[in-house]
C-alpha cells in the first residue's frame, strides 16, 4: 500500500518540481515553528516549538482554532513523502504527542457522554 503513495510522489517530483521545492521551504520553516496563521499579519511567526497550544495571538481566536487544526502538518508529510527524510514525520508525531499531553484530552471519559440527536443536528 505505500507504494502507492511513494509512487505518486515520484511523480509529482518528476512533473511539479517547483511544488515540490515549494512544499520542502514550507516544511523547513515549519520545523523552526513558524507558521502562517489567523492574527500573523500574513507572514509566518515563531509560534513555539512544540507550538503554545492555547495561545490566542494579536486577540484572534480563529488562531487558536486553526493551530488546532493542525493543517501545518500537511506540508511536513508531503516533504516526507518527496524526500523521505524522517525529520518532517517525527515533528508531527513529537507534536501530536505534545498536544495530547498538554491538552489532557485522553483524561476525558468521552465513553459517559450523550450525544445529543436532537433535530438541530440532524441534516
Same mark, same amino acid.
Not at 509566518?44 to 494579536?58: A, S
Given at each position: 500500500m505505500l507504494f502507492k503513495y511513494y509512487k $505518486?510522489?515520484?511523480l509529482i517530483q518528476e512533473h511539479l518540481p517547483e511544488l515540490v521545492s515549494k512544499t520542502i521551504s514550507k516544511a523547513e520553516?515549519? /520545523?523552526e515553528g513558524n507558521l502562517l /496563521?489567523? +492574527?500573523t499579519e500574513g507572514v509566518? $511567526?515563531?509560534? +513555539?516549538?512544540?507550538?503554545?497550544?492555547?495561545? @490566542?495571538?494579536?486577540g484572534y481566536d480563529e488562531f487558536l482554532w486553526q493551530l488546532n487544526r493542525m493543517d501545518h502538518w500537511q506540508p511536513l508529510l508531503e516533504a516526507f513523502s518527496y524526500t523521505g527524510e524522517? $525529520?518532517?514525520a517525527v515533528k @508531527? /508525531?513529537?507534536e501530536l504527542v505534545n498536544w495530547i499531553e498538554v491538552t489532557g484530552i485522553l483524561e476525558e471519559d468521552y !465513553?459517559? $457522554?450523550e450525544i445529543n440527536? !436532537?433535530?438541530a443536528f440532524i441534516r
Open positions: $505518486k510522489a515520484h520553516e515549519i /520545523l /496563521l489567523p +492574527g509566518p $511567526k515563531f509560534i +513555539g516549538n512544540p507550538p503554545d497550544w492555547f495561545q @490566542v495571538m494579536n524522517e $525529520k518532517y @508531527v /508525531l513529537e !465513553s459517559k $457522554k440527536f !436532537s433535530p
